[in-house]
Structures are given as structure tokens and as C-alpha cells.
């Protein structure tokens, strides 16, 4: 997102020389000065030596207490801070000698809707390029995946925080967003089934270390980043030798076969269905560290955490 941020400034007329020598704050980024502001028919009040900041993609929103770490170490002048994230903000943090602009991403892509509506940026959409006239129907085959990666992953929420605490009757908790260390598996091996057939097949599965399931995932969204939040631990891992059983049992596929028989001169043709195991001699099992959204609440009597991916209330531990 921050070079594609660089590359519409660029288009709008602006110029960003590096920037200058600061003290780092997670989660958002300084990526230069304005040399030249956007140059926009729809105009903004950003000058020359304004320091241009980037609020990096993620699940939990852009709110006063990240705002307030910010302008801790941010120095005086003027600055212009946009968030992929949207903005929670009950009333904006001042500070003496420091004037912020902060845009959202609506605003943010308002003023890029504008720019494209009033002429000062050109959309377009790439050409495709084709060394043939090759239907674009044509059924290709794809390929098994290559390589996994290997290093630790963060997974988008799949849920509505405020819905589920409507639904919870705990709209006045103050939850607080933290992240649930888990793994997600690839597997690859052969699917064995009926006269000696054989098929190799790839899956990725989610072992998630709070609720004790393991789910099939078709596919895996993530975030472009890790954001700096808390992480929460297991009490304990599930061991290899236990996983690869229940790993085993969600591979196997329950598949039709067309059957053709004679029978007093004329054929007859039906359908059987034959179980599709996997052959545990060609299992190969990769884990990767998958770090789960979740909102961690203080209730009476516990803690507890509401499961981003599915919804539920996770107690953790009691209170004395």
C-alpha cells in the first residue's frame, strides 16, 4: 500500500524526499516530506514540508490511544497522516506546535474519486496481452502449490465485533484486540481409492489452539502485516502424532463411480460412491504459526476473548 500511495502522489505532481531521522511507532510509518503537495483542482491545504504518514492496514480501528502514541514522538510542524484503517476517534488529540491532518480511507479515496472526476489523475484499466487468440474459456490446468510459507501469518476477522456483543448483552465491555496463537497445517499426499486408483492432493487446514478444532481452509486471508498487539498463548500445543489422525479423516472424500453391467441383454449403468483415503506413508505435514483476531473483554467473574473468525466467547481465566 506504500508504494501504491507513493505512486498516486507521484501522478498528482508530488515530490516526497526521505524522511528525516525518527523514533519508530508500530503500526504506522513515515514515508517522506512533501517537497511538492498533490497539485488537485479539488485542492487541499497541504504544504511544502509536510511529513506524510501511513496508517498500515489492519482489523482493529485507528483510535485516540494510537493517535496519542503518535504524537509522543512526532516533532513539531505539519503532518498529514492517512489510515488504511477506519477512524475511532472521539475528539481529536492535540498537541502544542503540531498540526495533523487525518484521513480515513473514505476520505482518502474521495479525494482520489475527485482528482480522477476533475482530470488531475487518469484511471485506466492495464491491456490485456496475448500472444495468440486463445479463448479465454480454455480450462488450465493448475498447478500443485510450489512452496509455503514458512514465517507466521495474521488472518482477518470474519466477523462483526459490535454485532456479536449486541447479540452477547455486553455492549458496555471495553473490548481490547489481541491475537491467538495457532498453526495453520499444509498437507500433501495420496488419496487412495477403489482398484489400487491414486491421486495426489494438496490441503490447508487450521488448527485452532482455543476452541481445539481443526477446520479444512479453502482458502487463507490474511493481512499484509502483523499488527503490533498483544499475543496470547495456549495453555498447551497439541502434539504431532495426535493431529495427524484427525488430520487424516477430513482428507477422505466420499466420490461417485458410473457403473455398467449387463443384465438379460441390456445394460445397465448406476452410480456407487467408494471412500478416498489418504495413504498415511505419503502424508507431509508443514505447520506454520497463524495468529488469530480476537477482542479480549473483562466480565465479572473471568476474562475471556470473543473469537474473531467464529464469534464465540472463549473464557480464559477467573478472576480472584
Known sequence: MESLIRDLLSQLGASLDPPPIHQPCPGISLLGVLTNPPRTRSGSSLKTGTLVWHAHDGWAPLDNLEIERWLVDVSAGDHWLLSERPLRIEKKPMKQGVDYQLWGPEKFGQWLGDAILNGDLVASIPRKITSDNTDDTTNVMTPPPETVDEGPCAL?????????????????????????????????????????????????????????????????????????????????????????????????????????????????????????????????????????????????????????????????????
Open 156 to 320: 482477518r476477522p470474519q466477523i462483526n465485533l459490535e454485532d456479536i456483543l449486541d447479540k452477547l448483552n455486553l455492549r458496555n465491555v471495553q473490548p481490547r484486540p489481541v491475537l491467538l496463537r495457532s498453526r495453520i497445517w499444509s498437507v500433501t499426499g495420496i488419496l487412495r481409492g477403489p482398484d489400487d486408483a491414486a491421486q495426489r492432493q494438496w490441503w490447508t487446514f487450521l488448527e485452532d489452539s482455543f476452541t481445539g478444532e481443526i477446520v479444512r481452509l479453502e482458502s487463507v486471508e490474511t493481512l499484509d502485516f502483523i499488527p503490533e498487539l498483544e499475543h496470547l498463548s495456549p495453555n498447551s500445543w497439541a502434539v504431532e502424532s495426535d493431529i495427524i489422525p484427525q488430520i487424516a479423516g477430513l482428507c477422505e472424500e466420499r466420490r461417485h463411480s458410473v457403473i455398467t453391467e449387463s443384465a438379460a441383454g441390456q445394460k445397465v449403468t448406476g452410480s456407487i460412491l467408494h471412500w478416498w483415503k489418504l495413504d498415511p506413508s505419503s502424508a507431509e505435514m508443514s505447520p506454520r504459526l497463524a495468529l488469530l483476531p480476537a477482542w479480549q473483554i473483562r466480565l465479572p467473574d473471568y476474562t475471556a476473548v470473543v473469537h474473531g473468525l467464529t464469534g464465540s466467547l472463549i473464557p480464559l481465566t477467573r478472576l480472584s
